[in-house]
């Protein structure tokens, strides 16, 4: 007996032909018109949580994060455009969310909360958005999922993009992490692996690697390794591409990469945002070099033997930037509109969770950590209590989640969700009233309609905020 469609599901089975056709079924790009995600098509179906076929150990744990990536950047997410076969498989294979958010706007806040678990605002590092130099970072002595997996039995590793804090004073090795391999800062040129400052940015553990072929390649290279060796203990491996993130730079671009390597060391510091150069295509190129890198590293876990009893998730760290596919949200990267915090997310655990199934469950960052933590059996400390909610229960045993809210801060912005509703405060400085499963794209305003319930979320954020350190 099938699950019946919520009403966010079934006000979104126009976008669930642009889903299907990425998986499995056939429908025109034509057919993207507004609606709150890609719905259950006839290759998904509702989550609804699977009876245990077997006994399964803890799980392995491989998260993975693309940087920057839109929320239909995927054509199982509706892209007219891009085509990512790896990552449909992997959805048809596990949950594709399509209410997960980022923890923040930008890269090292989200990154702070998905290590933490909590609110970026809760440590000093967290209010960076994003951090830039050296000043701070994420403190060794704050516990993390990596330290707390660690501490219960597990492997741990980092490759990629780590982005909260530099040397001497962060890395991950100082966090949790038993090894790291990739680059401390927010960016780097995708061959010469120049930093924002001009600094040679790729290591292993806190020292320097040599290596200047393009970094996609390596980060593939080195994951495949990690998750195809003889492992003694369950192990969590956090895999952080730089993709897509700006320099404009795919596979093979040498001339595009020599001339932003000659601006870095002219003393042009602006040379890595490459606001002079990409395109769509150069865009589209990247994103589907990222899904045949996933690809590479989900065939050599399966040829490990360990596929069934690890557990996949992917993600992006923020909404898209310039030249990705958002449509319907409003607002990309940096902004709390939707566009600059839904992010394409895909869970899969063959051993626990069947495929083929979509969720409208309003999900955010700290819900994973506090999701991995309990499904590893690892505890949170005391002294620094979450504020993500488990979905082991849910996603395990069908456990309702009780409605709560989802909160953002940054500069200049508000946001929380609960519920269909999102308050929402944007520059301008007024408070506006979305009702997200009518009104995805953020353009009619409610509060003025709904005072009470503006009223009531407005002081809900404000609680929440009052406990946070102040920018």
């Given at each position: 007996?099938?699950?019946?469609?919520?009403?966010?599901?079934?006000?979104?089975?126009?976008?669930?032909?642009?889903?299907?056709?990425?998986?499995?079924?056939?429908?025109?790009?034509?057919?993207?018109?507004?609606?709150?995600?890609?719905?259950?098509?006839?290759?998904?179906?509702?989550?609804?949580?699977?009876?245990?076929?077997?006994?399964?150990?803890?799980?392995?744990?491989?998260?993975?994060?693309?940087?920057?990536?839109?929320?239909?950047?995927?054509?199982?997410?509706?892209?007219?455009?891009?085509?990512?076969?790896?990552?449909?498989?992997?959805?048809?294979?596990?949950?594709?969310?399509?209410?997960?958010?980022?923890?923040?706007?930008?890269?090292?806040?989200?990154?702070?909360?998905?290590?933490?678990?909590?609110?970026?605002?809760?440590?000093?590092?967290?209010?960076?958005?994003?951090?830039?130099?050296?000043?701070?970072?994420?403190?060794?002595?704050?516990?993390?999922?990596?330290?707390?997996?660690?501490?219960?039995?597990?492997?741990?590793?980092?490759?990629?993009?780590?982005?909260?804090?530099?040397?001497?004073?962060?890395?991950?090795?100082?966090?949790?992490?038993?090894?790291?391999?990739?680059?401390?800062?927010?960016?780097?040129?995708?061959?010469?692996?120049?930093?924002?400052?001009?600094?040679?940015?790729?290591?292993?553990?806190?020292?320097?690697?040599?290596?200047?072929?393009?970094?996609?390649?390596?980060?593939?290279?080195?994951?495949?390794?990690?998750?195809?060796?003889?492992?003694?203990?369950?192990?969590?491996?956090?895999?952080?591409?730089?993709?897509?993130?700006?320099?404009?730079?795919?596979?093979?671009?040498?001339?595009?990469?020599?001339?932003?390597?000659?601006?870095?060391?002219?003393?042009?510091?602006?040379?890595?945002?490459?606001?002079?150069?990409?395109?769509?295509?150069?865009?589209?190129?990247?994103?589907?070099?990222?899904?045949?890198?996933?690809?590479?590293?989900?065939?050599a876990l399966r040829r490990s033997g360990q596929e069934q009893d690890t557990l996949v998730f992917f993600a992006s760290d923020n909404g898209g930037e310039r030249f990705s596919y958002n449509w319907p949200l409003s607002g990309n990267k940096a902004s709390l509109q939707e566009g600059g915090i839904r992010v394409p997310s895909i869970l899969r655990w063959p051993a626990r969770i069947d495929g083929g199934q979509v969720s409208d469950l309003p999900v955010f960052t700290p819900d994973w950590t506090a999701t991995l933590l309990d499904l590893a059996g690892a505890h949170p400390h005391p002294a620094y209590p979450l504020d993500g909610t488990s979905l082991a229960g849910h996603l395990l045993r069908g456990a309702?989640?009780?409605?709560?809210?989802?909160?953002?801060?940054?500069?200049?912005?508000?946001?929380?969700?609960?519920?269909?509703?999102?308050?929402?405060?944007?520059?301008?400085?007024?408070?506006?009233?979305?009702?997200?499963?009518?009104?995805?794209?953020?353009?009619?305003?409610?509060?003025?309609?709904?005072?009470?319930?503006?009223?009531?979320?407005?002081?809900?954020?404000?609680?929440?905020?009052?406990?946070?350190?102040?920018?």
């Amino acid at each position: 007996m099938s699950t019946p469609l919520s009403r966010r599901a079934l006000g979104g089975v126009a976008a669930g032909a642009a889903a299907a056709a990425a998986l499995g079924a056939t429908a025109p790009a034509a057919q993207a018109s507004e609606r709150t995600a890609p719905a259950a098509g006839p290759q998904e179906r509702p989550f609804r949580a699977a009876h245990p076929r077997r006994h399964s150990p803890r799980p392995n744990i491989l998260f993975i994060l693309g940087d920057d990536l839109g929320w239909a950047d995927l054509s199982s997410y509706g892209s007219p455009h891009i085509r990512t076969p790896h990552l449909d498989r992997l959805a048809r294979q596990g949950v594709r969310f399509t209410d997960a958010y980022s923890g923040s706007a930008t890269c090292s806040p989200t990154r702070f909360s998905l290590y933490t678990g909590r609110y970026p605002g809760r440590t000093k590092g967290g209010l960076a958005e994003p951090i830039a130099d050296k000043s701070v970072g994420l403190e060794p002595t704050h516990p993390t999922l990596a330290s707390l997996l660690r501490d219960s039995g597990y492997a741990t590793a980092l490759i990629g993009k780590w982005h909260c804090g530099y040397l001497p004073d962060y890395s991950p090795t100082r966090s949790g992490w038993d090894e790291f391999f990739g680059n401390f800062g927010g960016a780097l040129e995708y061959y010469s692996k120049l930093g924002l400052g001009g600094e040679y940015d790729l290591y292993e553990g806190d020292a320097e690697y040599k290596d200047l072929r393009y970094y996609t390649r390596i980060l593939t290279e080195r994951a495949s390794e990690y998750v195809g060796r003889e492992h003694d203990k369950p192990w969590l491996l956090n895999l952080n591409f730089t993709t897509p993130h700006w320099p404009w730079i795919a596979d093979g671009d040498k001339e595009t990469s020599d001339e932003i390597v000659r601006r870095i060391k002219a003393g042009d510091r602006s040379a890595l945002w490459h606001q002079d150069g990409g395109s769509v295509e150069k865009y589209k190129q990247m994103v589907e070099d990222l899904d045949r890198s996933i690809g590479q590293v989900l065939d050599a876990l399966r040829r490990s033997g360990q596929e069934q009893d690890t557990l996949v998730f992917f993600a992006s760290d923020n909404g898209g930037e310039r030249f990705s596919y958002n449509w319907p949200l409003s607002g990309n990267k940096a902004s709390l509109q939707e566009g600059g915090i839904r992010v394409p997310s895909i869970l899969r655990w063959p051993a626990r969770i069947d495929g083929g199934q979509v969720s409208d469950l309003p999900v955010f960052t700290p819900d994973w950590t506090a999701t991995l933590l309990d499904l590893a059996g690892a505890h949170p400390h005391p002294a620094y209590p979450l504020d993500g909610t488990s979905l082991a229960g849910h996603l395990l045993r069908g456990a309702e989640v009780p409605e709560r809210d989802l909160f953002w801060r940054v500069r200049g912005e508000r946001a929380l969700r609960r519920g269909d509703w999102k308050y929402y405060r944007g520059k301008s400085g007024r408070d506006q009233l979305f009702h997200l499963s009518e009104d995805s794209r953020e353009q009619a305003d409610r509060a003025p309609f709904e005072q009470a319930r503006l009223a009531e979320l407005r002081a809900a954020w404000e609680r929440i905020d009052a406990g946070l350190l102040r920018y």
